[in-house]
T-cell receptor
C-alpha cells in the first residue's frame, strides 16, 4: 500500500525564520512527488519532483527529492505571515496505464507569527 | 475561464438525509476525483473516474456514491450510511496518461447536524 508521511504535523515559527518540512514515502513504481500549499480552500501547486538531487526553486521556496532514501524536503526561507498554510505532500505512481490517484500525506500546518 | 466549480460552498443537512455535492469542470480533463479532508488527516480518496460511465472506489468509499454520465460532471452523493459525513470535500481533475498532479476545486464544507 502506498504511503506518505509528513513531519512535523504542525509548526509555529516567527517571521524571518527558515523552515524545513519533511515528506517520506513508500510507493510502487514511483512517478513523481508533488507539493501543494493550502491556505483556505483549494490546494495550489508548488512543485513537482521526478528526478533525484535536482532542486526546484521558486522565490523563497525550494524543494529537493532523494529517490534512494525515499524522501523530499520543502524549504521556506525568510518566512512571512502569508506563508501560513497547510503544506501537502503527494506521490504519484505508474501502477498501470492511466492516472493513478495521488496519495497524500496528512499535511504540515505552518503558522508564521509576526 | 477554465476551471472547476464545486457547489454549494457550504451545506448543512440533518442526520439521515442524503445529500449531493456538485463538481463541474470545463478544462476538458479526462479524470476526476473526490477527496475528503478532516482536520489533521490530509486528503483521503473517496472515488475517482477516468472515463465517462466508469469509476473506481478509493480508500474510503463506504457511504458514498458517484456517477459520471458526462465528462464535465462528477457529482458525489453522501448517503445516510456514511457514519461521519461532516467534512471538507474537494473535487479535482487531471489529464489522463499525463502526470503532473491535479487541478482542485474550491471545495464544499458539509456539516451534518
Amino acid at each position: 500500500e502506498d504511503k506518505v508521511v509528513q513531519s512535523p504535523l504542525s509548526l509555529v515559527v516567527h517571521e524571518g525564520d527558515t523552515v524545513t518540512l519533511n515528506c517520506s514515502y513508500e510507493v510502487t513504481n514511483f512517478r513523481s512527488l508533488l507539493w501543494y500549499k493550502q491556505e483556505k480552500k483549494a490546494p495550489t501547486f508548488l512543485f513537482m519532483l521526478t528526478s533525484s538531487g535536482i532542486e526546484k526553486k521558486s522565490g523563497r521556496l525550494s524543494s529537493i527529492l532523494d529517490k534512494k532514501e525515499l524522501f523530499s524536503i520543502l524549504n521556506i526561507t525568510a518566512t512571512q505571515t502569508g506563508d501560513s498554510a497547510i503544506y501537502l505532500c503527494a506521490v504519484e505512481s505508474n501502477e498501470y496505464s492511466g492516472n493513478t490517484p495521488l496519495v497524500f500525506g496528512k499535511g504540515t500546518r505552518l503558522s508564521v507569527i509576526a | 475561464d477554465g476551471g472547476i466549480t464545486q457547489s454549494p460552498k457550504y451545506l448543512f443537512r440533518k442526520e439521515g438525509q442524503n445529500v449531493t455535492l456538485s463538481c463541474e469542470q470545463n478544462l476538458n480533463h479526462d479524470a476526476m476525483y473526490w477527496y475528503r479532508q478532516d482536520p489533521g488527516q490530509g486528503l483521503r480518496l473517496i472515488y475517482y473516474s477516468q472515463i465517462v460511465n466508469d469509476f473506481q472506489k478509493g480508500d474510503i468509499a463506504e457511504g458514498y456514491s458517484v456517477s459520471r454520465e458526462k465528462k464535465e460532471s462528477f457529482p458525489l452523493t453522501v448517503t445516510s450510511a456514511q457514519k461521519n459525513p461532516t467534512a471538507f470535500y474537494l473535487c479535482a481533475t487531471s489529464i489522463l496518461f499525463r502526470g503532473g498532479g491535479y487541478t482542485f476545486g474550491s471545495g464544499t464544507r458539509l456539516t451534518v447536524v
